[in-house]
């Protein structure tokens, strides 16, 4: 077989042998990206979070009882949610946060990690504390604490254990539920949050 490469071009089999070399680093380095990098899985790309936020922002507006419009048109900007007595426009987006400052329309931005009923401080104008505490609902770091099985407010380390640990039992490749992998993943970036370290 030596033979048979000796007879070969010196040009050919090093051009081969290049090939081969930058084939394997290239595949290398897309396996490292994938690694350091992953790509999101359409059950985590964020549909079900703005739906969840744009349920909870709903909900909160409609317990203070202000009135909105839900993809609303305001000086040709989308926006999420717009108060019409206020003037006053709600959206995820930070390009349309900035193409409406300045205009008579109040903009109010609101993060991908911002929970709905915490908007509340954010509007420019005064909101009734009571319509939120009075529905008994709890704070979303003791939920998130609660669902690792943590006293509220546990250190970060304790966070990570508790989390780890409930992976394990509801992973969905262990035989999980995808749901309550999610709520768990949630809980975990709450509680860091909030943890005390």
């Not at 490292?32 to 964020?46: A, D, Q, Y």
């Not at 929970?115 to 319509?131: D, K, Y």
């Not at 999610?182 to 860091?192: D, F, K, L, N, P």
């Amino acid at each position: 077989m030596l033979d048979s490469l000796a007879e070969l071009p010196s040009w050919l089999v090093v051009g081969v042998a290049l090939g081969a070399i930058c084939s394997v680093v290239v595949a290398g380095l897309f396996v490292v990206t994938e690694r350091l990098f992953p790509s999101r899985r359409p059950s985590e790309s964020g549909g079900d979070t703005e739906a969840r936020r744009r349920s909870e922002i709903r909900a909160y507006l409609d317990r203070i009882g202000e009135r909105y419009a839900e993809d609303h048109a305001v000086d040709g900007q989308l926006v999420a949610f717009y108060l019409p007595a206020r003037e006053v426009a709600i959206t995820f987006d930070a390009r349309t946060y900035f193409r409406l400052t300045g205009t008579a329309t109040t903009p109010v931005l609101v993060e991908h990690e911002l929970p709905g009923v915490a908007i509340g401080p954010r509007l420019p104008f005064e909101t009734p504390t009571t319509a939120v505490a009075g529905q008994g609902e709890s704070h979303p770091a003791s939920d998130a604490f609660a669902r690792l099985g943590l006293p509220a407010g546990a250190s970060l380390a304790d966070v990570r254990d508790a989390y780890r640990e409930r992976v394990k039992e509801v992973h969905p490749d262990q035989g999980g539920d995808e749901d309550t992998f999610r709520q768990v993943r949630e809980a975990y970036t709450t509680a860091r949050r909030y943890a005390s370290d």
